[in-house]
């Protein structure tokens, strides 16, 4: 069976400090692969998606990045964090290629930027 | 261009009572669509999803879904409520693009009254 996982789970960050989060899978390969924040328990951006190593696409232009440097490892990083960044983040990953093939995520990192 | 509207920020029921959680969308050719719930501080949990076939999706914690093409509408049902349904939850359908990429609702609150 998969399993998605994210560490840290909380984090309180200074403005201007860097960011690193992880986000790993197990018992896939290959997945598709997503970052998405949420912001004040409602909606979720897409910020970052992956269709493969090295492959990342940004859906919206802002003071973070992603990578993925292996298979099943996907990196949200900034080198100088906003007030703006704070939020709820979520990576999710699809197993397969199919259209009805389900996103699953993880349990998400809170992040608080002061 | 695709969308998924949930009409309704908040849905408040009584303990014991049926419930239905609204959600609206637009696709161009077949809608793959899902619904998601998400506990305080907690990632998304998949509940069920609609590809082909029958209009009634059952999901899981007892929950269901009625596609109505029609309609355009995926709306979320349980016949009786818990106090533990309380909680967010999130209509989505996929994109048309082998991204797997899914465009979420702005979720609804679900408050389960004793």
């Known amino acids: 069976s998969q399993t998605i996982h994210q560490w840290p789970a909380t984090l309180v960050q200074p403005v201007g400090s860097p960011l690193s989060l992880e986000c790993t899978v197990e018992?896939?390969?290959?997945?598709?692969l997503y970052w998405y924040r949420q912001a004040a328990g409602r909606g979720l951006q897409l910020l970052f998606y992956?269709?493969?190593?090295?492959?990342i696409s940004s859906e919206v232009p802002q003071n973070l990045s992603a990578s993925r440097p292996q298979d099943r490892q996907f990196i949200l990083s900034s080198k100088k964090l906003l007030l703006s960044d704070s939020g709820f983040y979520l990576c999710?990953?699809?197993?397969?290629?199919?259209?009805?093939?389900?996103?699953?995520f993880g349990p998400g990192t809170r992040l608080t930027v002061l | 261009a695709q969308s998924v509207a949930q009409p309704e920020d908040q849905v408040n029921v009584a303990e014991g009572n049926p419930l239905t959680v609204k959600c609206t969308y637009s696709v161009s050719g077949n809608p793959y669509l899902f619904w998601y719930v998400q506990y305080p501080n907690r990632g998304l949990q998949f509940l069920l999803k609609?590809?082909?076939?029958?209009?009634l999706v059952k999901g899981s914690y007892g929950f269901e879904a009625e596609f109505n093409k029609s309609q355009t509408s995926f709306h979320l049902k349980k016949p009786s409520a818990l106090v533990s349904d309380s909680a967010l939850y999130f209509c989505?359908?996929?994109?048309?693009?082998?991204?797997?990429?899914?465009?979420f609702g702005q979720g609804t609150t679900l408050q389960v009254k004793p």
């Open positions: 609609y590809i082909t076939g029958d209009n």
């Open positions: 018992g896939t390969s290959n997945p598709n």
């Open positions: 992956s269709v493969g190593i090295g492959q």
């Open positions: 989505a359908v996929r994109v048309t693009s082998n991204t797997g990429k899914l465009i």
């Open positions: 999710a990953y699809t197993w397969g290629r199919r259209r009805t093939d389900t996103q699953y």
